[in-house]
């Protein structure tokens, strides 16, 4: 079993940066690939971002593209969004999952998902 905690999350003018982790605990997280999802107000949950277990490769959506990064430090068991030039319709909850498979087209979330960090972008 493993246990992911979403943190960084909060209210942030248009065109403002904001920093996300996940933090991951239980089985061996730092061998599992991660995404993150994220959720707005009346819509379905959508594919953000995704990084291969080691860091090497990551992945994005159209877009988040060239204004979010993730990364990852396994020392820490942590992944991170870094998320710059915030747009309003960025506003969402924002998930963390592991174990999926993020290479766009062919995204899939895997079965651990944490309980969300709330972007707020104000215009």
């Known amino acids: 079993q493993v246990q992911l905690v979403e943190s960084g999350g909060g209210l942030v003018q248009a065109g403002g940066s904001l920093r996300l982790s996940c933090a991951a605990s239980g089985r061996t997280s730092s061998g599992y690939a991660t995404g993150w999802y994220r959720q707005a107000p009346g819509k379905e949950r959508e594919f953000v971002a995704g990084?291969?277990?080691?860091?090497?490769?990551?992945y994005y959506s159209d877009t988040v593209k060239e204004r979010f990064t993730i990364s990852r430090d396994n020392a820490k068991n942590t992944v991170y969004l870094q998320m710059n030039s915030l747009k309003p319709e960025d506003t969402a909850i924002y998930y963390c999952?592991?174990?999926?498979?993020?290479?766009?087209?062919?995204?899939?979330?895997?079965?651990?998902w944490g309980k969300g960090t709330l972007v707020t972008v104000s215009s």
């Open positions: 990084i291969t277990w080691n860091g090497a490769s990551a």
């Open positions: 999952n592991i174990g999926g498979f993020y290479s766009i087209p062919n995204e899939r979330a895997g079965d651990y």
